[in-house]
């Protein structure tokens, strides 16, 4: 199993900017999928996650400005791709950017993809 995520770069504050991440392998159920972000200096920290069969819970620093879809256009049952767009960025929104999975093969396992960096200049 593996995460891909793509999408990162450079934005003005004010401006939007939307990351991808698809699960790929042989995945029976994902529980779980969303975003975490580490700020220079900082630590981790959740921002985005949805759950399969409830509501999205987003950090309070990005609520009303970021959403994550998920959608799978071949098997709408596996909803293997999450997406993060990001609205009204502000400099406080640099980071590298996480995507995080629970998928379920023959066990539930989290995986991590490869950070993508989101730079936003005032």
């Known amino acids: 199993v593996q995460l891909q995520a793509s999408g990162g770069g450079l934005v003005q504050a004010g401006g939007s900017l939307t990351l991808s991440c698809v699960a790929s392998?042989?995945?029976?159920?994902?529980?779980?999928m969303g975003w975490y972000r580490q700020a220079p200096g900082k630590q981790r920290e959740l921002v985005a996650v949805?759950?399969?069969?409830?509501?999205?819970?987003?950090?309070?620093?990005v609520k009303g400005r970021f959403t994550a879809p998920r959608n799978n256009t071949d098997n709408p049952e596996i909803e293997n791709t999450v997406y993060l767009q990001m609205n009204n960025l502000t400099p406080e929104d640099t980071a590298v950017y996480y995507c995080?999975?629970?998928?379920?093969?023959?066990?539930?396992?989290?995986?991590w993809g490869r950070g993508t960096l989101v730079t936003v200049s005032s």
């Open positions: 995080n999975a629970q998928i379920v093969t023959r066990t539930a396992y989290n995986y």
């Open positions: 392998g042989r995945i029976f159920h994902i529980n779980r």
């Open positions: 949805t759950i399969h069969g409830a509501p999205t819970i987003y950090a309070d620093s």
